[in-house]
């Protein structure tokens, strides 16, 4: 065995057939997958939840985790944000020629345990070589499948007037972090990305609540333009308080000495919440007991006026109108 990736692990041949055996089932097995056909059968009653994401991130590996957590964590979060049990991942890796097997393996073992954490399977997949500069290093694609369990599920235009916003803890933690280790910088307190496998504590929210009219996941853009996407779904407004916003300190520092707003800042371990007024409590309740929600908080609520606009009352009583991202604040971070 080579210690690198060579074209050759993509030619379908001997080298691909050990690249899979050595490392994907070492790692991914079980007995869907090591069937090995073209396709695996699933069985899945209901509804079915399916999202799709491919993964970028530049650095691969940065403190919290690393692409192959990312690309684990960020599909079964989607899968989950409409109220569904994740079940069944695919994944797909295009790798460089040259890329050390070493690194892969780290990757795949990541993606391995997340995985197992998350309590679902990767049924089928598959591994593309192409030439040194093609792509960088790794990309991954990433396909999630989950059971939808209530009707009406969580959905971006059922937000309603009087509705609670909450989410469930700091946010611009993954977007400062992946950029602090590409650039090489650092703070007196480090930081360290938030990526988290959150169906655990959604599914738990999902059967204790009886009604949440939203869930969704602020990860490029960060939280003001999810909320701008819930708004312009709904056309409802949403007024958001800053003193009401966890931002941990660490953060805080970094945006200010950066010139960011940790409001559009990539999150990958929170999920806004939007819910009855009614409910707000005992969610929070929820949250708070479950170690993906400890610093949950109510940040603020839905109402009719100005339609798909999205304010936040500061901190000295003015307000500010939150708009969508423009332009890419960060590439390359999930």
């Not at 097995?29 to 059968?41: I, K, S």
Request: charged residues 20%.
């Amino acid at each position: 065995m080579t210690s690198r990736v060579l074209l050759d692990h993509g030619s379908g041949g001997r080298a691909s057939q050990r690249l899979i055996a050595d490392l994907f089932l070492k790692y991914f097995g079980n007995p869907v997958l090591d069937q090995l056909d073209d396709a695996a059968c699933i069985s899945m009653p209901g509804e079915v939840a399916v999202s799709t994401d491919t993964f970028t991130v530049d650095p691969l590996f940065f403190p919290g985790g690393d692409i192959g957590s990312l690309a684990i964590h960020g599909t079964v979060n989607d899968v989950a944000m409409l109220g569904a049990n994740p079940k069944y991942l695919t994944v797909a890796c295009i790798l460089e020629e040259g890329l050390s097997l070493e690194c892969l393996e780290q990757i795949v073992l990541s993606m391995s345990r997340s995985a197992e954490k998350a309590g679902v399977k990767i049924v089928t997949g598959d591994t593309k070589v192409v030439p040194k500069g093609a792509v960088d290093k790794i990309f991954i694609n990433t396909t999630g499948l989950g059971i939808i369990g209530k009707r009406p599920f969580p959905q971006g235009h059922r937000a309603n007037e009087g509705d609670a916003v909450l989410i469930n803890g700091p946010v611009g933690d993954h977007g400062l972090t992946v950029l602090t280790c590409r650039e090489g910088l650092s703070f007196e307190t480090p930081v360290k990305s938030d990526s988290a496998p959150l169906n655990g504590l959604l599914l738990q929210l999902i059967e204790d609540i009886p009604d949440i009219h939203v869930l969704r996941d602020p990860t490029r853009g960060g939280l003001a333009t999810t909320l701008n996407e819930i708004a312009d779904q709904s056309q409802k407004s949403c007024l958001i308080n800053e003193d009401a916003l966890a931002i941990s300190p660490e953060v805080r520092e970094g945006c200010s000495l950066l010139g960011l707003d940790p409001l559009y800042l990539a999150n990958e371990g929170k999920f806004v919440s939007i819910l009855p007024e009614e409910w707000a409590h005992k969610a929070l309740e929820i949250m708070r007991n479950h170690e993906f929600g400890r610093q949950a908080k109510l940040i603020g609520r839905i109402g009719v006026d100005n339609p798909g606009r999205v304010t936040l009352k500061t901190a000295i009583g003015g307000y500010r109108i939150l708009n969508m991202l423009e332009g890419e604040q960060l590439p390359r971070i999930c």
